[in-house]
């Protein structure tokens, strides 16, 4: 794997904890659960080997 | 005069003057099947094939959020989104060496990503799929903490807003992947904002894009659940 890929996985999965953070600001105290920044990296990797999916 | 430009008048004067007919008539026959009916004399009379309308993508994107509708109801008749909720839940409370590891709200968060994900040519095919699924997760995850609806006292009440606030950004944070998730293409989509511009290869920058959607989709999260907050529907 290339610097740079190794780089924008870390970026991507990053990205997606701070979306999982930010989920768990939206939904408040109650709601509170890191499962979202595990959840939100899941993304990131997933989006990293998916992403790009199909060509029209 | 031309005869594709008679033509075009024809099917002008024809869609126009139908169109208006019916408005002033009012017929008992709802005006989809006047519409589907005028669109196929107006094929009849311009020469035109299924296939010429597909390839000038007229037809593509109603078609893909038919196909997204079909996929919906017959999961839907099929019992799909039992299973799909099963899993989902199952997924939510996995456990490793006696932790949690996702949660309700990380499965969440990764079910809202899907159409970001897995791009499909156009988004609005998964959009309409999916989304009666995360509607009824949103539901899931508020019974899960304790957080019903109850009709009997308005939506401004404190557990009601919580409840229609929990649906509202699980919905719109799916809505945002979703009007970003077409495939990449000359047109757009993720990986291919742009890109017909810079003359730079399909996909170059999907990744990329997809990142920001990502970041995109906690704040609409945020905006929705914090500064809008929904509107009361009771």
Known sequence: ?56 | MDKELKKGYVSLILFLVILSIAIIVKPKITIQVILVALAVIIMIIGQAKIQDLIAGLILHPIMAMTAGFLIAGAMGLAGGFDVLLILLRGWAEWELGGITIFGYIGVGVFLVNIPTIMPMPCGRILAAAVIPGVYLYGIEVAAVYGITYNSSLPASDPTNLKYLIILSTFLSAFIVNAAASCGPSPLGGVGGIGEGNMGVPIGTSGKSQACGIMIATGVCALVIALVVKPLPYA
């Open chain 1, 1 to 56: 794997m290339e610097l740079k890929n190794i780089i924008l996985l870390v970026v991507m999965i990053i990205a997606g904890m701070i979306m999982g953070i930010m989920f768990n600001i939206a939904l408040g105290k109650k709601l509170f659960d890191t499962g979202s920044i595990a959840g939100g990296a899941v993304v990131g990797v997933a989006m990293y080997v998916l992403g790009g999916g199909f060509s029209v």
